[in-house]
């Protein structure tokens, strides 16, 4: 068993290692960036992951949503949960078939160590920011648009919310490419596996932004914005 884990090992010790297999984290949204991340945590022997969306695979997914090329048209969640098997048998891989909203939040984040935003419109970003809030547990946000993204880490009670600086509004729908999806999910994993580990650096209050234009890449400080909903009744 440790010896699929043992080029990863050197990076993460065999007590981070531990730590990723005795972990339970919540996939939030199955779509590109959920693909990603669900990929690279399993393969890399996260022990349990939630795995929630309601939509089924279309058409127009299928640039980014590589997990479900060829399959049929079963709900992502499950779909998902057959992939993360394959690649990890020791994995338990848990689907629900819901979208995340204010009732169901609670019982969606049951028992997860860590949540992992791969939504795709603020409205729901914000139910699962006040969800892991009063939770108290950490969330990794990631979000893409076009060539544009950006990943942060909120921790409860220590660093500004999503609340803090996103705007509620939701564009239409937004341009995306896998392989750009591919970059902000790969980033969305690596700060999960250092969260959980307790190795490097995360991006705790602080904004990455990378435009694959370009590949100008920048990191700024997040401040609690005063007033904030979501601040205030956590606090
Ligand atoms: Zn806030």
């Known amino acids: 068993m440790q010896g699929r884990y043992s080029r990863q090992i050197p990076m993460i ?16 949204g199955c779509g590109g960036l959920g693909c990603n991340v669900m990929t690279q945590l399993a393969a890399a022997g996260v022990g349990e992951m939630i795995l929630a969306d309601k939509d089924v695979p279309s058409e127009t997914d299928l640039n980014r949503q590589f997990v479900y090329a060829g399959k049929g048209t079963a709900p992502k969640a499950e779909l998902a949960a ?24 609670a019982s969606v984040l049951k028992g997860c160590d860590i949540a992992v935003d791969c939504l795709d419109n603020n409205r729901t970003r914000l139910i699962l920011n006040a969800a892991v ?3 108290g547990i950490p969330l990794i946000h ?27 509004a939701d564009p239409g729908t937004i341009p995306a490419m896998g392989a750009v999806v591919s970059v902000i999910g790969g980033i969305e994993a690596a700060e999960t596996v250092k969260m959980i580990t307790g190795r490097g650096r995360p991006l705790k209050g602080n904004l990455l932004s990378v435009n694959a234009g ?8 997040l401040r609690k914005r005063p007033g904030c909903d979501a601040c205030s009744r956590n606090d």
């Not at 010790?13 to 939030?28: M, Y």
């Not at 078939?97 to 204010?102: E, H, W």
């Not at 370009?214 to 400080?221: L, P, S």
């Open 13 to 28: 010790g065999e007590d981070g290692q531990e730590c990723l297999i005795r972990s339970k984290v919540a996939v939030i």
């Open 82 to 105: 057959e992939w993360v098997r394959q690649i990890s048998e020791s994995t338990k891989a848990v689907p629900m078939n819901i979208d995340l909203d204010k009732r169901n939040a």
């Open 214 to 221: 370009t590949w100008e890449i920048r990191t700024v400080g």
């Open 133 to 135: 809030l009063e939770k």
């Open 142 to 168: 990631g979000a893409a648009d076009g060539p544009l993204g950006q990943v942060t880490v909120i921790v409860p009670g220590e660093t500004a919310c999503l609340e803090c600086f996103l705007p509620e």
